[in-house]
């Protein structure tokens, strides 16, 4: 079954730093990997997906993750921190067959002090 | 702006009582998806309408129920309200069921406070 795991609930960073929220999923095909941002009060945003075309994949607002096979992880980073970065991240996979929706981590927390 | 809307934006009701949550998908969308949101259960998949069929169903109670009319609108019924179903719910669409890509296009959501 697939599945997915978000290490870290909270993650805390100053402005400037390097952001990194780390996902492994476990998938019994090869998988489409999605990365989703919520800002307070709103819906979830698109940040970014994985569909096997490169396993760098570049996303909005400078983040980018990268599909590791070997490691079953796709770690969503950028570069350097901005105030307005402050959100919850959901890593999400695909199901592997119709009657099967997104599953989604439980969330990261993403905290970004001046 | 995903292109989903969802109404209303908040919703206050008594406990017992029936609300009904609105869903337009994106143009071209097939598929519907629910969601609900709250701080002790997180994000939980409901259930998932394709083309106005039932194609995928999650964590939804026996006390809510959902369709998705022809024009492709979904509505998500809520009934015998309790405290604990205030919440976030969300709508999401997607232009296939869902596979191989699942990516999906989540509305603004609706509040629902249950008193």
């Known amino acids: 079954a697939q599945s997915v795991t978000q290490l870290g609930s909270h993650v805390s960073v100053s402005e400037g730093a390097l952001v990194l929220l780390r996902c492994n999923y476990s998938?019994?095909?090869?998988?489409?990997l999605f990365w989703y941002v919520q800002y307070p009060n709103q819906g979830l945003q698109l940040l970014l997906k994985?569909?096997?075309?490169?396993?760098l994949v570049k996303g909005i607002n400078g983040f980018e993750a990268e599909f590791k096979k070997s490691e079953t992880s796709f770690h969503l980073t950028k570069p350097s921190a901005h105030m307005s970065d402050a959100a919850e991240y959901f890593c999400a996979v695909s199901g592997v067959q119709a009657g099967t929706a997104l599953i989604f981590g439980k969330g990261t927390t993403l905290s970004v002090s001046s | 702006d995903s292109g989903v809307t969802q109404t209303p934006k908040h919703l206050i009701t008594a406990t017992g009582q029936r609300v009904t949550l609105r869903c337009s998908p994106r143009?071209?969308?097939?598929?519907v998806y629910w969601y609900q949101q709250s701080l002790d259960q997180g994000l939980q998949f409901l259930i998932q309408y394709y083309n106005g069929e039932e194609r995928a169903k999650g964590n939804i109670l026996e006390r809510f129920s959902a369709q998705q009319f022809p024009d492709l609108h979904s509505e998500l019924n809520l009934s015998s309200l309790e405290l604990g179903d205030s919440a976030l719910y969300f709508c999401?669409?997607?232009?296939?069921?869902?596979?191989?890509?699942?990516?999906?296009?989540f509305g603004p959501g609706t509040r629902l406070l249950v008193l």
């Open positions: 994985y569909t096997s075309a490169a396993t």
């Open positions: 999401a669409s997607s232009v296939g069921q869902g596979f191989p890509d699942g990516t999906q296009y």
């Open positions: 998938s019994s095909v090869p998988p489409y």
């Open positions: 143009s071209g969308d097939l598929s």
